[in-house]
Each structure stands twice: as C-alpha cells, then as structure tokens.
C-alpha cells in the first residue's frame, strides 16, 4: 500500500516525507496497516503559502457561508458516523458506545452547529461602537492558526473538526493541523470530509491543511513562522512548553493546554454527611474513558480522620471493582508508568495499583496513592506530576491549616473542586478554602466533579499556567474561545461603506449584539438626537 | 538632602539602594536637586508581599469602595494641579500650557471617573450565565500588576496614575510600580497623593507599592516573580522584549507597548485633492510633543510623481518653519541621533535637519528623510527603525505595485491611515492597499493622522507584535483596557450564596450588563419558565 497523502491546498499529496509510522491498535498491541508521512519542513511551507492565499478570500467572505459550511460539516460527519466511530476506535480503543458514537461525535457536531449559530450572530466579536467621535472596533481575523490536537479526543478535540478547529474557522482564519500520530486514519477520515464540505460549501479549499506528522524541529519552526496568524494547541506540558517557548520569542499568540490536575478538596463535613455519595462520584470520575481526561481528578484533598480512613477504603474498593480501560497507546501507559514511579520515588503510598496489567494492549491497573499532607510540602513540586490516566493521589492533611497550606502550594489548574455538607458545618472552612483555590483555577466547583466539560457561553475550559498559557482565555465554550484567534481591530473615522458590516449604522439582520454608547443593543447606530 | 524615600505597604520608607540618580531638566540640561534610589531586590520583595496582602482583601471589597477610590483620586489631582503641572514640566520640559495642564492631567483624571464608572457598572468582565446548568463566569483579579510606566506621559501612562494602573486597580489588583527615572519627583507627588486617596477611601495602603529605579536583572526576576498575576509596560523595544521573554518563561502575563512608526499611506487623488491640507495635518502630527508619542506618524508612503514632489516641498519647508521642542530628556536625544543615523546609513536621504540643534537643552532639529520603493525593499527592517522623537521617512513607491509590497513588509504597528481622495479615484487602490494595512495594524484610520488617542469604549491601542506583546488587547479605553489585568473564572454549580455578587440572579443594582443565555441584559436571571 501506498504511504497516505497529506492534505494540501485542497489536493491529497504525497508528503516531502522524512519518514513514515503506523497507528497501533492499543487494544490488542498490534500495528495497524495504513503507513503514514512524517512532513518534512518542505510540506509546512506548502501548507502555510495555501493557507496565506485561503486567509485573504476567507476575510471577505460572507458570515453566513462560513456559517454553511460549519453546519454543513456537522452534517456530513453525521453521515459518515458509523466508518469514523470504527477507525477512531480501533485507533483509540475508545468504546465505540456510548463514548464514541453517543458522545464525542454529537458533541462535535453540536459544537460545530453552535459555531454556525454564533457566526451569523456575530456578537462574539465584541462589535463596539462610540458614535460621537466615529470609532468602532471589534475583533477580526488574525490569519492561519496551526492546530495541534491530542490523543485523547479524536472527533472533538481534532485538528480538522475539534474546539480549536471550530473556533480558528469561526474567527475567520484557515487552519494548518497536525493530526495527532496515534489516531492518523481517522484524521484522515475527518480531512476527507471537511474537504468535501468545504467544496459544497464554496469555501476556499484551502481552508483547511492536514499533515500527520513533523520532526519536533519543524514545530517549533512551523509556530514561529511569520505567515502564520496563531497556534492552538492541545498535548504534554513537555511539547508545550517548548511550543510556548519558540511562539513567544517572535510574539505569536500561542493558547495552549497542557497539563492539570483538577485538584478536589473534601470538607470533612461532606464525608460525614455522604461519604458513599462522594466515593461513587469521585471513582467514576477517576475512571472516565481509563482517566485520560483533561480533567481527570489527580490530587484529592481530605483532613485527617476516621471518617476520611473509611473514605479512602472506600474508593479503594470501588477502583478495585471495575475493569481497567484499555488505554489510548503504549505512550500513555509508559508515561503513565512513570508518573506513578515519580510519585512513589517521592514518597507516595501506593493504595492498590500501582502497574501494568497483563494480557493484550495496554491497561494499567487503577491506580490509588495516598501521602500525607506534611510530606506532601516538602516536595510540592513532585508531588504535582501529572499521572496522565486512572491514578490518583490522595492527599491527607493533618490539620485545617495545613490543608490551607497545601492548596497554597498548588500550580495552576483547569479546575478546582471543594465538597461540603449541606447543614452548614464546613461553610467557615470553606470561606478560608476557596479564595486560595479560586485564583489557582480556570473553573471552580461545588460538590460535583470536574470531568464533563458543557460546551456552553459560560465554560471555561482554561485556567493559569501551567495548566495553559494564558488564564484569560478558554479553549471550550462558544462564542468565547473564538476570541484567542483574533486580533482587536479599531476603526477611526474610517468612512461608512468601508466598514466591516458588523460596524456598520445598520445592524446586519437586527440580531448581532453590540455595545453602541456603552449600552449592548441588537438595534443600529441612531443618527445624533 | 537624604535620598528619597519608596512607598511600601503604605510607609515611605528608605530604600535598599544599590546606587542613586537624579533627574535632569530637559530645558537647560542640568541635573535637578532630588537624589532617588535605585533599588536592590530586598525592596522588591517588600513590595511583592505587601501587594500579595493587599490583593486578597482588594478581592473582597465592594466594587463601590474601589470606584469610590478612583473618583476621590482623580479629584486629589486637581486639587494639587499647580505643583504637578510645574515639577513635570521642569522632569520633562513638556509644556505647562495646554499640554500638561489642560491635556494631560484632564485625561489622567479623565481616565481615573471613567474608570470608576465602569467598576460600579461591572460590564467589564463580561458577566455570562447559563442558567440551565447554572455555570456562570467572568473575569476577576488576577493578582498584583506590576508596571514600568514610560518617559513620554508623566500623568497619563505614569505607573502610579495612568492607563496601565487604572486598569490594574479597577480589575481589582493592587499594584507594584516603577516610576520611570525621567521623572521621579512627578512619581513621588503622585505617589503622595494616591497614597492619601487610599487611606480616605479606606482601601489597603498596600494598594500601591512604588520605586524608582532598578537594576535591569532585577526588573527581569520581578516580572517573572510568582506572586505577580501580571505585567504592564510602556517603553522601548529593547526593554520591553527582555522583559517579555522573562515573563513568558514563566508563564506570566505580560502586556507591552514597544515601538510603533504608524504609518500613513497617501494614495495619489488625496494629494491631488487636497495636498496643502495634508501637508499642515502631517508636519503637525509630526511634531507633536516633539514627536515623542506612541503613534507619531514616523513613516509616509507616496506615490512617485510631480505632486508627490510638491507636496514633500511642502512638509519640509512646515517642518523647517518650526522650532524643533525641547525633547524629554538627553537619552531621547542620543537615541533619536542613532536612529536618524541607522536610516542615513541604510541609504534614507535627509531633506531637513538630521542633527542636534546648539544651544541649551536637548533639541534636535525637525528631521525629514526621504527613500524610494526599491531601496526601502532592500533593507526593510532597518528601515524600520523606530526614530522617537521629531523626525520622519517619506517611502516614495515607483508604481502601486510597489506600495503593496512595501505595505506587505510592515511589521505590526499600532496605527495605520490611509488618506483617499472625496471623488473616488482612489477608491480601487484603496480596496488594494487596505486589507494589507489591517492586519498590520490595530487602529486603522481614514483621512486622519493617529496622534490623538481618545479615552474610548472603542479605541485600540495596541496592535501585533512588535507594536506590542499580543494582538488581542488593548491599553487605552474603558472598560477593554481592564480585561488585560484579569483571568477568566468559571462558577460550576456553585452555591449561589457562594457566587460573587456580579453572578447571582439578581442584577446588582440593576445596572450590570450580564450575557444570560446568549442575550445581553440588565435584568436579572429568570426562574425557569
């Protein structure tokens, strides 16, 4: 069979390739057919140049056709269901039901239809307009976005149909997306599609650019690159950072989501009043899709005593219970591997888990830890490693000080949980609690955990680093997260029929909110009284 | 005299001084009586734990005493007028009338009940509600701001009184500035009075920590300090990309004003129209506060032919007709010097002045320079050499061809205009240059020079890099101004007595704009239908 072609100005192409590799199916360890390019710079630079050509005919184009063509998308992916959930789960061993086909697809196209929505509404832009002195502004493209998506989505989190996918095009800008190397074939599927919707959409097709893969030199130069406008990206702290480090030495807005451990912390009330309640909702968090969740709970907090002895006994016996999920690759059972040795080298207890399971693909055993308070402040650092998949680190502190101190230690997170009981007991620790939690969170939460992330206007799927690179922005949620690829753009004394629309006296088909004189208004500019 | 005392965690108290400066008068080029400190670590220290204190209470007063702060502040000002407007003219021989007392303190203030009007008012943070899963967010403090105010504005952009500090507090932080050392005797009166203003508004005194000077590595390991939420400096490129990479290693929000040139395209009919009109408007702009402003008009891009000829005729003899201003301080003359000469040695030819003027005081006389399309296009960067001060290059394009491409090599700036003519004869070339200029630029004008940047909902001050660290934000306006001292917070199924006053159901007040279920309102959120 031939290596796959790239996806390139609208063409399949044989890539510049420096190299090849093979998805594997982590269910049975075994390699799967299809081989696949690693890109040489040379396919970049094709891309980018595509891209740059795509940029200036997507500015001019009418909302309502970008609009189409997001809806249209959802709507082919519908179509073509059943082949995308059996790749992405022989690539993932993602449950084909209900994750794949019940959740994760419906919620990529329901992001997809709620993207149109929002581009016709147009309101995300932030259109405002100070008529006295004739000066608008709203937020407009910043030119091609290079998406990097993660392992552990592969519909919604996609470089060619995910959160960063949907937003780039919404904001107006081509994409250039690395697929991610474990799940190549269903990227592929995706490309195909979004090639297709595109052509009926008459979109330029060069909206969109696939390779599979890059020597990690050419990712840094990619996110450098001059042409291109920012970078969304979705993966390890390690390639991240260094991602972070290449952008913002040539001032690239790069958004990044890296790591979190989603701390939740447990007043000793909350235990009292419903401790199997709490142990229920804490293992099935632990354990969705085997813990390769963004935000997967890693680091539980609880005050030392017997109703917190009993607790831990009692998540114990519940991980213990269930199966181990097959994981996503041989990558993040050996990462997660050692994580768990990091954590245990530092002075962990290890609960029950701890390694591998055997048999075909790759399992790892669910995985409990457990290390005091006082150790834990010697090595906060350590202690925070992230141990990406279905283990966990309890956290027992001996006082309600010293839990303070704990959480004081804390790097950022995407989110942060406090349990406390209803009657009032823990309300005063909780004052203490949440201000020291809430600015180490992008999303903070009340007696319910953090996996399960609502596409909604309110989500904030973000937080201060390292969890991402920026804590003002959030990669989920619409119309929001459109805005990290946007640049602020004003408009002074430019004359009326120059305008962007959305600036315009006359508001587009009386829907898009704007802020005239301070006040937000779906209604025009009046003339002066 | 005793060396001027910092003001930490509400004392004036005596640096830790590495070493002392003091300040110059402009006019005559002598050394003014004060002598200030340059401070070594241990004050920045102080200042970053007096701040972290301050920070957690500033979280929890009501937005009222915070915006009470801010109008008693503004009022301060103008009690104390005559003695501000009379030490900043002698730091920076700007002068007292109109520009100091009539412009600048009016704007500082200006800014300052601008401000508290959109604190009480809460829109700022974008409030958003999705009642059906209750989430809500919106931006909230981000912790303490330092910022490093710059040499050209000693009210309005001053770290303890300007833009960048009425942000930080109305955002909710305390702020730990460093007076810029052109003018510490403006930075200490200021300091004097804000440090009143707090303690009658009851605010923590902590609210505001300033110093003079600082080593270089000391400003490097302040911005990268884990206690400080965030950065705002106005200055030089060179200053400012050092301190950028420091706080980018860390993760650390950083937002910059660099180095702008705002260029100014006149496209052929404009000069045919209405030549005269336009060469008064740009030899005025240009000389503006001897040119030192952010958006001096430093680049000019012409179109080769006799009128083009007239009308650089016209510039100069305008430029030669005034007398060149007193610049802010003998600095600014070294580096406008090195700057005239980078362009001089690039190939730029002078077609006025280009050297110091004799006599007392730091003058350098009204400088015009001249290169052509092609010359430009050789060397582009170093004809991008930022020249503060009063002096200006006149890019003069062989064919419209060539305007495109020299637009096309722009780095980002914050301005760019576009002059046109009224009959349309420049319409189509217009529809050519235009989007190029756009995404270079953050504020694009019609038919207008760019200096003037009004205190407004939809001004955009900033721009892409290098103008300034990222595209999205803006450093002049209210509220936009304020979101860049903020992170973003999600509420997920918080208790609602729990929810900051700005997310409940009830509107406070009734006068908060909030984004409930996709509409904006300043009604309150509604029980189910």
């Known amino acids: 069979m031939p290596v796959q072609p790239i996806l390139i100005d609208g063409q399949w192409r044989t890539a510049q390739a420096t190299g090849t590799f093979f998805a594997e199916n982590p269910t049975t360890g075994e390699r799967l057919p ?19 050509k795509a940029s200036a005919v997507l500015r001019t184009l009418p909302r309502k056709q970008v609009a189409r063509f997001l809806a249209r998308y959802a709507d082919l992916l519908e179509e073509q269901k059943a082949e995308l959930v059996e790749r992405a789960h022989l690539e993932t061993a993602l449950p084909k039901s209900p994750r794949l086909a019940e959740v994760e697809l419906p919620r990529t196209t329901g992001q997809l239809r709620q993207a149109a929505v929002a581009v016709l509404e147009g309101s995300w832009a932030l259109p405002t307009i100070d008529p006295k002195i004739n000066l608008r502004s709203c937020l407009g493209s910043i030119g091609p976005v290079a998406v990097f998506g993660p392992n552990n989505f592969p519909f919604a989190f996609n470089g060619v149909a995910g959160g960063d996918f949907v937003a780039a095009i919404a904001a107006g800008n081509p994409v250039v997306a690395k697929a991610h190397p474990c799940h190549p074939g269903t990227t592929r599927l995706l490309a195909e599609i979004v090639l297709a919707a595109l052509a009926e959409s008459d979109l330029p097709l060069a909206t969109v650019q696939m390779i599979y893969n890059l020597a990690p030199e050419d990712g840094l130069r ?13 993966g390890s702290r390690v390639a991240g950072l260094k991602l972070k480090a290449a952008a913002d030495a040539v001032g690239k807005p790069i958004y990044l989501e890296m790591s979190s451990l989603n701390p939740i912390v447990i007043l000793p009330g909350a235990i009292a009043e419903r401790s199997a309640k709490i142990e229920d909702e804490l293992a099935s968090s632990c354990l969705a899709a085997g813990g390769q969740m963004c935000t997967s709970p890693g680091l ?10 009993k607790f831990v006994d009692g998540v114990k016996t519940k991980l213990e219970a269930a199966k181990p999920t097959v994981l996503l690759s041989s990558g993040v059972a050996r990462s997660l591997q050692t994580s768990v040795k990091t954590l245990v080298d530092a002075g962990a207890e ?14 790892f055993a669910n995985t409990l830890l457990r290390v005091s308070g006082g150790t834990f402040l010697t090595k906060s ?3 925070q490693t992230e141990a990406f998949g279905n283990a966990s680190l309890h956290v027992v502190v001996k006082d309600t000080a010293q839990m303070v101190e704990v959480i004081g230690r804390l790097d950022g997170n995407l989110t942060g949980s406090i349990y406390s009981d209803t009657s009032g007991s823990d309300d005063a620790l909780y004052d203490v609690v949440a201000p020291i939690l809430r600015i180490r969170v992008g999303r903070m939460l009340n007696d319910k955990m953090p996996t399960g992330v609502a596409v909604s206007s309110a989500m904030n799927h973000g937080g201060p680093f390292p969890s991402t690179g920026h804590p003002g922005f959030t990669a989920v949620g619409i119309p929001a997260s459109f805005r990290r690829f946007a640049m602020l753009q004003s408009y002074d004394n430019i004359r009326l029929e120059r305008l962007p629309e959305i600036l315009r006296d006359k508001n587009p088909a009386g829907q898009t909110w704007r802020l005239i004189d301070g006040a937000w208004t779906q209604g025009d500019v009046l003339p002066p009284a």
Request: hydrophobic residues 45%; negative net charge; charged residues 25%.
């Open 34 to 52: 299809d081989e696949f390019p690693t890109s040489a710079w040379a396919d970049c630079e094709a891309a980018l140049e595509a891209a740059v």
């Open 381 to 383: 650092e350590k202690f």
């Open 222 to 234: 990619l996110v450098a690159d001059a042409r291109l406008g920012a970078v969304g990206f979705t």
């Open 350 to 363: 290890i609960i029950t888990g701890g390694g591998p399971e055997t048999g075909p693909g790759y399992r």
């Open 300 to 309: 539980v907090i609880l005050l030392e005593n017997d109703a917190t002895e």
